[in-house]
């Protein structure tokens, strides 16, 4: 298998993969999306609440703010020893503020500085004059497929790899093809048809409906074994570190077979 990364940041990555089949990419695509562990607001304790927002709803807020996670200091609830939360298997926010203004996430103060909101300016809710709230919210691991406030991915998806075949001798019009390409893949040099990007086709197969009347010149196809992955996430974890971890799960889970049949065996 080999990997090229074409994009990389702490919340996108883009790369082609080659050497894999559909069964593998997709089950690393489905590990991506429901199967990476992060921290969510899972608890909230309200002490006072005078906004025109119900408990229920401001609760239900909280535990959508993504939060920066880290997956070695912390360790799944079902997975500790403690009776209820601990400092193994959670994080406290204290919120408390007075209006007149807006609480952001920013207002919400943990009591590990590693554990924060990714993103300060996520509004939570609105307070008008001599308005107060005042809550506890508790942050623990827990995974997507048991709710979306815990999927850090938000984007995670691939397509095969594009492959145009141009036969220069049969194209009667080059400007036409490329003012034709909704993704200006197609371009004229010397008055010859090149592919300028191929990566970026979508395989509309465009060009290729307009070659019938040049005697089919362009015919697009994909390559075998070779797709374009493209993730992202909220930012609570950074792309690679969901695609390690998602190998990782997918190596265990093979492990786990394999040690299965041999004590059948």
């Not at 894999?20 to 608890?43: G, K, M, Q, S, W």
């Not at 893949?185 to 090149?194: A, I, K, M, R």
Request: proline share 4%; net charge negative; with cysteine.
């Amino acid at each position: 298998m080999n990997i090229e990364i074409r994009e990389q940041n702490d919340e996108k990555a883009v790369f082609v993969v080659e050497g894999v089949d559909d069964t593998f990419i997709n089950t690393i695509r489905r590990i991506c999306l429901v199967e990476i562990p992060t921290l969510a607001i899972e608890d909230v304790n309200i002490y006072k609440n005078d906004a025109k927002m119900f408990d229920e709803v401001l609760a239900h807020r909280l535990g959508l703010i993504p939060l920066v996670t880290d997956l070695e200091s912390y360790v799944m609830p079902s997975e500790c020893d403690c009776d209820s939360h601990c400092s193994n298997c959670s994080v406290s926010f204290l919120l408390k503020e007075k209006g007149p203004k807006v609480v952001y996430s920013k207002d919400l103060k943990s009591d590990d500085p590693a554990i924060k909101p990714v993103y300060d300016t996520i509004p939570i809710v609105r307070l008008q004059e001599n308005e107060e709230v005042e809550l506890e919210a508790i942050a623990e691991l827990g995974l997507g497929s048991e709710h979306a406030k815990w999927q850090a991915t938000t984007t995670c998806g691939y397509k095969y790899y594009p492959k145009i075949t141009i036969d220069n001798d049969k194209i009667s019009d080059v400007e036409e093809y490329v003012n034709e390409c909704p993704r200006k893949v197609l371009q004229n040099e010397d008055d010859q048809l090149v592919i300028k990007n191929i990566e970026n086709c979508s395989t509309c197969r465009t060009c290729q409906r307009l070659s019938q009347k040049d005697d089919d010149a362009i015919v697009v196809d994909f390559e075998d074994q070779k797709y374009i992955f493209n993730i992202e996430t909220d930012g609570s974890i950074k792309p690679l570190e969901v695609l390690t971890i998602a190998c990782d799960i997918l190596s265990q889970k093979a492990d786990n077979i394999i040690n299965f049949v041999n004590e059948e065996e």
